[in-house]
Structure formats: C-alpha cells, structure tokens
C-alpha cells in the first residue's frame, strides 16, 4: 500500500493553513492514503482540525514535551520513525518545513524534492529553479519519496473530513544538544497572514522609512490586506522580516498584489508570480516590475496611495 | 576553534536565466558565475567570529569542478585561511554533498560549519539541514545573528513568523540568511595575498565518499509566463478596473 504522511505546521493550537495546501497537493499523487502527523506537547485541537481536511484518512497524534516548539534535530528522528510505513512524506515549503525535512530526508537516506509545484506522477514533479527562472521536471529516485510542497501553487484543501485520530508513541532518543529560546513575531497587529491572505499591499525601498510605511499599513486596513515588503525595505528597517516576499523571502499567491516603490527585481518577482492581479506604482516608467504587471501606475506613490484612500473611502 | 565554510560556484544573481530551447537545462556558456551570495555572507560571519578572537581558522570549501577555484580564491581575498577543493566533474546534489561535508567535518573536526541557507541555482535549501543531520549535530537555519559563547552558540534564526532564537551546544550548523550580515569587498591586496594560500585539492575517493541516490532531471523548462498588462492613466482608471474585477469594494 502507498502511503502519504505530511507533517502538520501548528503553533501549538492552530493549524497552519500551508498543511491543507500540502494535502491538496498531495490528492494528486493518488495513493492509497492520506496521513497527517501532528507532533506537539498536547495537539489535541490541532489533530482535530487536521482530522477535519477533506481527503485525510488518518491523523496521528504524537505528544511529547520536547514537541513544545518545533525544533528540526527533536522532530526529524522522530519523523523517521514513522516514515518506515509510507511511500511518501511531505511538508509545507515554509521555514517550518524548509528546516525539517532535509533533516528527515538524510536521515532516511534519500534525497529531498523542494518546493513541488506541479505532480505528474507519484515520482515525477515539477520544481522552480533559479528563482523560478526556469522550471525542472524531476524523478525521485527508488526509495521514500521526500518532498516540500510549494504553498503558493496548492489552494488550501477544503474541511468536510472526518478522519481517525490516533495516539502514537515513538520510542526514539532525542537529542539534548539543541534548545529552543524564543520567538518574537512582527506583531501583525490582526492583520490577515500574509501567506493566506487574498490581498496584499507591500511597500519597498520607494516608501522611504518605518514612518511612511505608515500609509501602507492604512491602505492594507482600508482593504483588509495583508502588509508585505521587499527586501531592501526590510534591509533597511522600515518593517520586520517576516514581512519580506520574494525568493528567499515569501512566496504568496493573492488574488491581489500592490507594490508600491518596489522596484522589481527578479528576486522579488519570484514570491509573486502566481498573483492573480499584480498593480504596481513606482515614478519610474522603466522599472522592471511593469514587465509584469497586469496594471501598472507611473506616479509618487505617497500621491496615489491618498487618492485610492479617497476614492475608497 | 576552527570554522569550514561552504562556497559554492553559481550563476551570478543579476544574470536573467535562459533556458536552453532543447530542454536540457539553462545557458551556462559566457554567463558571469560567481560564489553564491549567501556563501559570502557565510565567510563574512566566520570572519567576523575569527577577528572576535573566538575562532582560530576558517576554511572554504568547494565541491565542484577545476573552475570552482576562483571561487575558493575570492573567499580566501576576502579573509579565510585555507581551502579544500573537493574536485569532481559530477553532478552533485545535497544528499552527496552533505556526506561530503560529513567526511570533511570528521577529517578537521571543526566547532562550526557555517553553509548557505540556499543555493540560488537549485533553490534547494537543503544542505546544511543534511549535513546536520549525517553528523547528528544541531542546526541553526537562516541565521540573522549568531553569537559565540564557550561551548555553545545562541542563533537568532528568520522564519515565517518572526524570529526565532535557539541555544546550540557546539559542534553546530548554522546556515547563514541575508541579513546575518554585508559582506566586505575585497582589496586588490588582499586578491593578491590570496594568491599565495594554500588550496587542496582531494577527490570524493580520497574522502571515501560515494554519490548518494540521486534525483534525475528529466528536463528544464521555461516558467509560465504572465500575460503582459497595460498602464493605466489615474487611481480612478485603477480603482474602475479593479472594482469591475471584483477585487475591491
Ligand atoms: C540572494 C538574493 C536574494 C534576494 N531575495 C530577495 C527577496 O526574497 N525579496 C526581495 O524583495 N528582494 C530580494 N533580493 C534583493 C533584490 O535583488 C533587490 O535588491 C530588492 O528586491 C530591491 O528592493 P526594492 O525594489 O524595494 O528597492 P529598489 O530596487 O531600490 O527600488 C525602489 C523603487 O522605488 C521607486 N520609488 C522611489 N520613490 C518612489 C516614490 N516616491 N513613488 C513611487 N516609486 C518610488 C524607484 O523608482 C524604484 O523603482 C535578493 C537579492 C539577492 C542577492
Ligand atoms: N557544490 C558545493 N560546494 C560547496 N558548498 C556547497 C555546494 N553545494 C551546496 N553548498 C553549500 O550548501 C548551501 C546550501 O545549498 P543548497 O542546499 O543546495 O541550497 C550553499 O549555500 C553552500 O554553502
């Protein structure tokens, strides 16, 4: 029997919606089953919203103090364990899951797939290179087949499941040589999540300061929007990091994306391909990110952003 | 402490890929390589630790063709000590490369091991976690901070919801993010002093390394391309055509 396990991403009492995506990709491999793991200190609720996504056969639950946080070098082993009855194990390709499954992968012995975009078959994928300059049609080799799943490429799986939970043990030594501190978040102020958001306005080097971002964040109010940003703004400290889109930063498929004063380098463009609208305001008619707009506007953005605020209002 | 770095050769980050019309892969030919930007940064932090007085030597690494060299010699201008050419003409994907380092890591055993957080080639983002795991150390990835303290190092790490700090015994991986730090220039005396470090050169024999089960490309394709858009004249003409799409209210 062929089976897919994918490793929930939660923070302790949310699942995060990049697994559903990860199922959704997962239904095209057409296996016998799909499995969620949720490894956490209790899960309960999160092994319960797993259990809830349409096309899930089984949720196990593995509670385990050191599942606290996660930490790559206490969850990988533990993971291993498990995989020995799937054919396939998958993750999100979010920082969560970037840190994890390599780890996972060599600790198999097999090599990791990145950011699956596209299944053709159980072993055959689609992946972006180069910044999704180029596109790569691999096949995984003999083996279990380890792989993150690019979130921007899946649309969330819809709920209307109701699969088993089911409390697993897993008897495996785990490292004490690592341990987790903190975390301390951008502080969204109940902004919508960038990575789930249908909108989302961002602000480059172009706004100029932490200050004038200001007027980004109102626009994104105005529009119940997420905030996003490109690096150099975050470079430059006008927002926090985790704010960044791009190839090393994001990657989002909104329904719609605004930039303003960002210039469109091909980094940047690599976290917003898959928008369905991209605007973008920049002074100058020549910059790279028109090339890909579906409406581009020349003008001060600071000028631009006041007139939508009143044709909005 | 010693401190081995990861230096990879890969097309330089402002060059606009082509992909080959035969579908075996992009235009390498006459196209400007240079060390992976995030390997510069991964020399800078061991550096920066070295001037610290926290380690006593950094060492670059590559795997990679003959060519690869220039790529050893601009982190030894930049400030390493020495380096290891690991030559081979083969492909080589994480798995093998972290047994690599694996073997590597046995042979100088070094306190940290500071890799890129991704090649910008295969995006892969893969190998420092590998590695990590063959040696069944901690992993510090995408690092914004890293800050020695005797046996142990404290990691501010760049995830998706803000920033993370982890405490790490040493010997560690750390793979280095953008903003870790800016990497310096290099001087034309520095270039020339570089000239006169020593490079190794050994094989994946010499290591008793074998290539690892590796994924095969079956082709290489140009990405979707967006259809092109129009300017429009005022937020007016902007507000109409997004209202009309539904987009906003
Ligand atoms: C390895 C690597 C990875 C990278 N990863 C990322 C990534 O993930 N994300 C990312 O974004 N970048 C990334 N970069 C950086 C990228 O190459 C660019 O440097 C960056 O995206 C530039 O940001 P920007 O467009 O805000 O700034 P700039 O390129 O400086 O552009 C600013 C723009 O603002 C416009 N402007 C200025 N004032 C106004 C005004 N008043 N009104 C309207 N327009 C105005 C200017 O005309 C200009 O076009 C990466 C780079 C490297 C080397
Ligand atoms: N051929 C190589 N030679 C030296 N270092 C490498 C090589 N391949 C990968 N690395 C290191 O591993 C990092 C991450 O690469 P990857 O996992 O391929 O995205 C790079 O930034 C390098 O530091």
């Known amino acids: 029997m062929s089976k897919v396990l994918i490793i929930a991403e939660h923070d302790g009492n949310t699942l995060n919606g990049s697994t559903a995506r990860a199922v959704t990709c997962a239904k095209d491999l057409a296996l016998d089953a799909i499995d969620i793991v949720v490894l956490a200190a209790d899960g309960s609720s999160v092994a319960e919203q797993a259990a809830a996504i349409a096309g899930v056969n089984t949720v196990l639950l593995v509670q385990n103090p050191a599942n606290e946080n996660a930490v790559a070098a206490l969850l990988a082993p533990q993971v291993k364990a498990l995989s020995s009855d799937y054919s396939h194990v998958f993750a999100p390709s979010t920082t969560f899951g970037k840190d994890l499954l390599p780890r996972v992968a060599a600790l198999i012995g097999v090599p990791q797939i990145s950011d699956i975009m596209r299944v053709e078959s159980a072993t055959v994928f689609d992946r972006p290179v180069y910044a999704g300059n180029a596109v790569v049609t691999v096949e995984a080799p003999a083996g279990i087949v380890v792989g993150t799943v690019r979130t921007a490429s899946y649309p969330v799986a819809p709920n209307g499941g109701s699969a088993s939970i089911e409390k697993r043990e897993v008897a495996v030594d785990l490292p004490a040589h690592t341990r987790y501190v903190s975390l301390s978040t951008g502080g969204g102020e109940g902004r919508p999540d960038l990575q789930a958001a249908a909108t989302v306005i961002s602000g480059g080097r172009g706004v100029g300061s932490e200050d004038n971002f200001k007027v980004i964040y109102s626009l994104a109010d105005k529009l119940g929007a997420a905030v996003g940003a490109s690096r150099a703004a975050v470079d430059a400290g006008f927002i926090p990091n985790d704010h960044q889109v791009g190839q090393t930063g994001k990657i989002i498929a909104p329904d719609l994306y605004m930039a303003f004063g960002i210039s469109g380098a091909i980094q940047h463009l690599a976290g917003i391909k898959d928008a369905g ?22 003008g001060d953005l600071f000028t631009v952003i006041e007139d939508l605020e009143k044709a909005l209002a | 402490m010693k401190i081995l770095v990861g230096v990879k050769r890969v097309v330089d980050y402002n060059v606009r890929i082509q992909v080959k019309p035969d579908g075996s892969g992009v235009v390498t030919d006459g196209v400007k390589m240079s060390m992976n930007p995030f390997d510069e940064i991964a020399i800078e932090a061991a550096l920066r630790i070295k001037e610290a007085g926290q380690a006593e030597e950094v060492i670059a690494v590559t795997i990679g063709p003959k060519v690869c060299q220039e790529q050893l010699r601009t982190a030894l201008a930049m400030g390493a000590d020495r380096a290891i050419h690991v030559e081979t003409d083969e492909e080589i994907q994480p798995l093998t490369g972290a047994r690599i380092f694996k073997a590597l890591c046995d042979k100088e055993a070094p306190k940290l091991v500071i890799l890129g957080k991704q090649a910008i080639d295969d995006d892969n983002s893969q190998s420092a976690q590998m590695l990590a795991a063959l040696c069944g150390w901690p992993q510090a990835t995408f690092a914004s901070e890293i800050a020695i303290d005797g046996d142990s190092a404290t990691v501010i790490r760049e995830v998706d919801a803000g920033l993370e700090t982890l405490s790490v015994d040493l010997p560690a991986i ?16 520095d270039i020339m002093k570089a000239k006169r470090k020593p490079i190794e050169s050994i094989t994946l024999a010499d290591l008793g390394v074998e290539q690892a089960a590796a994924i095969k490309v079956l082709k290489t394709a140009a990405p979707a391309k967006r259809q092109a858009g129009i300017k429009v004249e005022s937020v007016d003409a902007l507000v109409a055509v997004l209202r009309e799409k539904g987009l906003i209210k």
Do not use: C, Q, W
Not at chain 1, 277 to 288: E, G, R, Y
Not at chain 2, 174 to 189: G, H, I, Q, T
């Open chain 1, 277 to 298: 609208t991209i605007v973008a305001v920049n002074k100058d008619a020549d910059a790279p990110i028109f090339e890909i707009a579906d409406y581009g506007l020349v």
């Open chain 2, 174 to 189: 750390v793979s280095a993010d953008l903003r870790l730090n800016e990497p310096r220039y290099v001087k034309l005396p």
